[in-house]
């Protein structure tokens, strides 16, 4: 009997040419929402963003590998799966670029208000109503950037074609880039009180949670916009709805939300001074397709009885025993 394989509908979609490989080693089944009375039996399971946790994992016992469709697993009880002998694989480097190009998106959208400037285009200006209100331009501007990880760098090279003094913070100070990039290293108050857009890459654990609170939104500049494409719960969504409210910071662009889907009467949704996105930076076809092909292989690798090769951090000097 062939093991069993699961992708969860919460991978949009892996595209069947890519899942075609395991087929040779495995049962595979795209399954639909609820798939709890699927888990039994199963061996590996793509998962997006559904919560993996014990509750999960007592529905599945036979299970060895959770391949997260993504880059961040803070979606995943790592320490959980630790416990019970289940390898935790997620799929770095390859959306680091489509983020970063959409995170470009989402500061020019913002500078220029493009949603509200195509919804005048297309409902009001050839009925000579209202107008478009001015936008921002970059030059002079400094861009903040906390997190110099792998997006964060691809953000930092993309503003190199745009006159920005560019600043950031980081746990870890990245000297190699602060010459090739011209970037300054600053701390977090510095990079809180000196950005005019502060964008956020860092991933989501207990000391990044809620980072963006009352006293950070104080010490920002009150045209400053703030730009997340990381995790909502960075930012503490109350403080921000607050500090906009009170002209604390003068924008934001949110990809991720602290609930998500978020609900649509976040007060967020309704500010003219908010770009908004459903959680789609990484949602090209380019992008969905590497991420595809990484937490399929992780799988691959697992079934053909070789460690795969994109091993959450925490399980990097674990051993696990590699199927027969
Ligand atoms: C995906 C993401 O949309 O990579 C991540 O961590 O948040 C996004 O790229 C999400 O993982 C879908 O499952």
Not at 36 to 45: R, S, T, Y
Not at 63 to 68: D, F, S
Not at 293 to 309: A, C, I, Q
Request: some cysteine.
């Amino acid at each position: 009997m062939k093991p069993k394989v699961l992708i969860s509908p919460d991978t949009m979609n892996i595209p069947e040419d890519v899942s075609a490989v395991l087929k040779e080693y495995a049962d595979v089944e795209y399954v639909k929402r609820p798939y709890d009375d699927k888990l039994e039996g199963v061996e590996a399971i793509i998962v997006g963003t559904e919560p993996i946790n014990a509750e999960f994992l007592d529905k599945a016992p036979e299970l060895k590998l959770v391949a997260r469709f993504g880059v961040g697993y803070d979606s995943v009880d790592v320490e959980e799966c630790t416990r019970r002998g289940v390898i935790a694989t997620h799929t770095p480097e390859v959306l680091s670029s489509g983020v970063a190009d959409h995170t470009w998106a989402m500061i020019l959208g913002h500078s220029r208000h493009i949603p509200l400037a195509g919804l005048h285009t297309r409902n009001r200006w050839a009925k000579r109503e209202g107008s478009v209100p001015f936008g921002w331009d970059t030059e002079g501007k400094t861009l903040g950037i906390l997190g110099l990880g792998r997006i964060g760098l691809e953000v930092l090279k993309r503003s190199r074609g745009f006159p920005l003094k560019v600043i950031y913070h980081d746990l870890l100070r990245r000297e190699d880039y602060e010459d090739e990039y011209d970037v300054e290293y600053v701390g977090f108050d510095e990079l809180l009180e000196r950005s005019d857009i502060l964008t956020v890459h860092v991933d989501l654990n207990p000391s990044s949670r809620s980072i963006f609170g009352v006293n950070e939104f104080e010490k920002m500049k009150p045209t400053s916009v703030i730009v997340n494409t990381s995790r909502g719960p960075v930012v503490n969504e109350s403080a921000l709805i607050d500090a906009l409210r009170e002209g604390k910071i003068g924008g934001a662009a949110l990809d991720v939300f602290e609930t998500e889907p978020t609900p649509l009467d976040n007060p967020l949704l309704s500010m003219p001074n908010v770009l908004v996105t459903p959680h789609i930076a990484s949602a090209s076809w380019e992008t969905r397709r590497k991420m595809a092909v990484r937490s399929t292989g992780n799988v691959l690798s697992y079934l053909k009885g070789e460690r795969p090769p994109h091993i959450v951090l925490e399980q990097r000097d674990k051993e696990f025993p590699l199927r027969q």
